[in-house]
Every structure is written in structure tokens, then in C-alpha cells.
């Protein structure tokens, strides 16, 4: 049985952990907001352009734009990791990872060669210390992404799968469901899936209403000519340009959002726990200060009897 001093102690080392804890809650509850704010402003323009990319393309002529070429063999594909850059937020980081590594295994299983890109600090280090150097790789603003960051893996995209030395690009982040719930998301980039973000992320129905009469196309009538100004080249290549900065880019915010959320959730459940242990420990601590009181009691009343003998 340990001693009071040792009990003492440790409700103070519990206490002190708690208090850190707690704070980490509270910053992370702050952060919350503002990452929420910046989804929600971003999604109408990430529906927007995905959809009308995708509703468009069919009346171009797919020769104009390698982009929206889908080449016949799949040759090499690229994994884009995004994740954190510090850790505490439960299984938000882990979840990305084993499935980037169990999607890298099916990849090659079918004969196909693969690349990482590892947007956070968490993933440059989980490939490096496995031997895999990610050929595009950025750290230090997890918590509040930059479009330059996304526009630079943009642009290594365009130009890689352009030149035919990549055949498909997959993104895999945590999407912010809520505040509290974060769902694991594999986003298929290039070749262009016909997938709306409602689909992807599973929308509900009050953001989808502003875009539901668009995508929602009333198949009886007789669909009109589209006429491409300058031309159907330079609209292609801007729209493809514009899908792609925003798809890497929303990726980063709504992963923002849902380490925020992640880290939460660890940090009071860390909170509960030593909640619990303070009490656990408050409890041995009476028990053990009854049992000396106790013996104290019994030794000077023994004493005391046997000088009355």
C-alpha cells in the first residue's frame, strides 16, 4: 500500500496533466470555429467548379485538354496524404496513413508504381522512417492551410499527368462530417470521376439545395449547344486549373477542421480520464489515511492499557 506522501504526489502530477489537457481543449474548441468558417465559405466555389467541370467536359473535345484524358494503362499513381503536423488528436492521423499504405498495396497489386505526396508533418515522418521519400512533401500549416501550398501541388499535378508520368491521383483526408465526427474520404482527382462533392462527402440536403436544380438536369428536355469563348482550349485548360487548385485546397481545409475537432475529443476524453483518476486516487488516499488514524488510535490505547498494567 503506498504511502501518503507518494498519493499526495500523484494527485498533483494528475491535476497538473489535467490542466494542460483542458487547455488544449479549450484552444482547439476556438480553433474550431474560425476552420469552420473558412469551409463553409470555400464549399459553394468547390461544388460550383467540380460540377460545372463535369457537366462541360462532355461538350468538349477531350483532345483539347490532356487533362481530362484517361490514359489506357495505368502505369503510376500518386497518393496525396494529408494530415497533421502535431499529434494528441486520437486516431484522426492513423486513419489517413494505413489507408494511404493499404490503398499503396492494391495499387501495386495491380502492377502500378506509387507515389506520396505528404501534406503535414505526421506523414513526412510516417514514409520517411518507412523508407519512402514522398516526391512532393510540405509541413507547418496543417492548422491553417495556404492556397499557395495548393496551388504548388497543383501545378507538379498538371504538368506530371500532362507529360503522361502519372495515370491517376487520389487524395486521402479527413472530412469534418461535424464539429465532434470526422469520416475518412478517398477522393479520386485525375481522371476526372463523375462524383459531385454532395456524393463524395455526403452533403446534407440544405447545402445541397443551392445547387440541386443544376445538377438535377431534366433529362426530357433537348439540350442546346454550348459555344466556348475565346476558346474551347483555354476554357478547358482554365476550368481544369481551377478544379484542381481547389480540390487539393478544400482537401487541406476540411482536414483543418477535422483535426481541430479530433483533438478535442482526445483532449477532454484525456480530461475525463484523470478526472476519474483524481477521484480513483482521492479515494486510496482517505482509505489509507483512515487506516493509519486507525492504527494510531489502537497503538495509544494499547499503550495507555498497558500502563494502567
Known amino acids: 500500500m503506498p504511502n501518503l506522501h507518494d498519493i499526495e504526489r500523484r494527485i498533483k502530477s494528475v491535476n497538473s496533466t489535467k490542466q494542460i489537457t483542458r487547455t488544449m481543449e479549450m484552444v482547439a474548441a476556438a480553433k474550431i470555429r474560425r476552420a469552420s468558417e473558412r469551409v463553409e465559405s470555400a464549399l459553394p ?68 508504381e506509387v507515389e506520396v505526396a505528404a501534406c503535414g508533418k505526421k506523414a513526412i515522418g510516417y ?33 506530371a499527368y500532362a507529360e503522361g508520368k502519372l495515370d491517376e491521383v487520389f487524395i486521402v483526408y479527413n472530412h469534418a462530417k461535424n464539429a465532434a465526427e470526422q469520416t475518412l474520404v478517398e477522393q479520386q482527382v485525375l481522371p476526372v470521376k463523375e462524383e459531385s462533392y454532395a456524393d463524395l462527402l455526403g452533403l446534407t440536403a440544405k447545402q445541397e439545395d443551392i445547387f440541386k436544380s443544376f445538377r438535377e438536369r431534366d433529362d426530357s428536355a433537348i439540350p442546346g449547344d454550348i459555344d466556348f469563348e475565346p476558346s474551347t482550349e483555354s476554357v478547358m485548360s482554365y476550368m481544369m486549373n481551377a478544379y484542381l487548385n481547389n480540390a487539393f485546397y478544400y482537401a487541406m481545409l476540411d482536414s483543418a477542421v477535422g483535426e481541430q475537432g479530433a483533438r478535442r475529443n482526445a483532449m477532454k476524453s484525456a480530461t475525463d480520464n484523470a478526472n476519474e483518476m483524481v477521484s480513483t486516487l482521492e479515494r486510496v488516499y482517505n482509505t489509507v489515511r483512515q487506516g493509519a488514524i486507525t492504527t494510531e488510535i489502537t497503538e495509544i490505547v494499547g499503550g495507555a492499557a498497558a500502563l494502567e498494567d
Do not use: C
Open 45 to 112: 466555389w468547390a461544388v460550383a467548379i467540380s460540377d460545372m467541370l463535369i457537366s462541360t467536359a462532355k461538350y468538349a473535345h477531350l483532345d483539347n485538354e490532356p487533362l481530362l484524358q484517361v490514359h489506357d494503362e495505368v502505369k503510376r499513381v500518386l497518393i496525396v496524404a494529408v494530415t497533421s503536423d502535431r499529434g494528441l488528436a486520437g486516431g484522426f492521423n492513423t486513419n489517413v496513413l494505413r489507408y494511404v499504405e493499404k490503398l499503396t498495396k492494391e495499387k501495386q497489386r495491380e502492377g502500378a
Open 127 to 159: 514514409f520517411t522512417y518507412r523508407g519512402i521519400d514522398p516526391v512532393f512533401s510540405f509541413a507547418g500549416y496543417s492548422a491553417d492551410p495556404e492556397f499557395s501550398q495548393a496551388a504548388e501541388l497543383s501545378g507538379y499535378v498538371m504538368s
